[in-house]
């Protein structure tokens, strides 16, 4: 009796241990795992020496391999831990961390599945909150080309991932509010929606310049309902005043033109026929928040609407 005490003593410890391995405590890096995106490409076959190795050697040096950024490596020693110690709590945690890999190792296809299938195996696991989190980070990213770093207007593109990872911050938020990842994720959301808002601005001034005013006007009332407080609102109104004086709909062209000089913005008559700024209703576009009661934190309570014609 004591000596099997004592053996689940040591594999509660065990478990214990591993699951700290993966908690982040750096509010400013909620992921908190090598900040290298590159890292060493490391080798591709285990050594003579690995094989022989101890399921606990085998973690520790898989989890080696992932602090210095040499995420091939690392995979390959998750791998090959999770095939031979599949019952072992090293196996889950591997499996855990095996997530994280993928995802700095730009395979978002196969993290996301991962990410599916340790939630499939753990359903009560108390890093699903992580996986969750990380899921939302593998959709942002996919959303993002290299030609973003340099300065290149993204919204333009299509936004398809940017609004999974919207709603993937929005489970988390919803399914684990007590998550150390909220912070971070209901900042992400604020951009997200930000981004999204401004890829409709693409299709609203498209229309625009087309004079298909119907059109306009409707996508103008679409971004307004359903991007409140985003830079994008302002602008948008402006644009749908102008599509409605073209329209004839005298009425609702004047409610518009009411909102928009009660809050100190201009309004079709002030910007004339010269093409609206964007950069100056960027600027502005914050003050938009108030007019609507809405604040920064509760945009993760806001769903992403698709897109309309």
């Keep these: 009796m004591t000596s099997c ?36 490409l490391g080798e591709q076959t285990l050594s003579e020496r690995e094989q022989r190795l101890s399921v606990d050697q085998l973690y520790r040096a898989a989890r080696r391999a992932l602090d210095n950024g040499d995420f091939n490596t690392a995979l390959a020693r998750y791998e090959r831990l999770i095939g031979e110690f599949p019952f072992s709590a090293y196996s889950t945690q591997a499996a855990l961390e095996q997530i994280y890999a993928l995802y700095r190792s ?46 290149y207007d993204s919204t333009q593109d299509d936004v398809g991932f940017a609004r999974r990872a919207f709603d993937d911050y929005a489970v988390l938020i919803q399914r684990y ?14 951009a997200l929606r930000n981004r999204i808002a401004a ?5 609203l001034r498209f229309y625009m310049e087309r004079n298909a005013y119907l059109a306009a006007a409707k996508r103008a009332e679409h971004i307004v309902a359903t991007y409140p407080g985003t830079p994008a609102v302002p602008e948008a109104l402006a644009l749908m005043e102008r599509a409605q004086r073209t329209l004839g709909l005298t009425d609702q062209a004047i409610a518009t033109e009411r909102l928009l000089r009660g809050n100190n913005l201009p309004t079709a008559a002030d910007l004339g026929e010269a093409q609206v700024e964007q950069g100056w209703f960027a600027r502005v576009g914050t003050r938009i928040g108030s007019w609507f009661g809405l604040s920064d934190g509760d945009a993760e309570t806001d769903s992403v609407g698709g897109e309309t014609s």
Excluded: K, W
């Excluded at 509010?177 to 604020?190: F, K, L, V």
């Design 106 to 151: 730009f395979n978002p296809d196969t993290a996301i599945a991962a990410a599916d299938r340790f939630v499939r195996d753990h359903p009560r696991h108390p890093a699903n909150d992580y996986v969750q989190y990380l899921r939302g980070l593998i959709n942002e990213g996919r959303g993002e080309g290299f030609l973003t770093s340099l300065g």
């Design 177 to 190: 509010p007590d998550s150390i990842y909220n912070g971070d994720a209901r900042q992400r959301m604020i």
């Design 199 to 203: 890829h409709e601005m693409h299709a």
């Design 5 to 40: 005490l004592q053996r689940l003593i040591v594999i509660s410890t065990l478990i214990l241990m591993s699951a700290c391995a993966s908690t982040p405590d750096d509010q400013d890096d909620p992921v908190l795992l090598p900040s290298n995106p590159i890292g060493g």
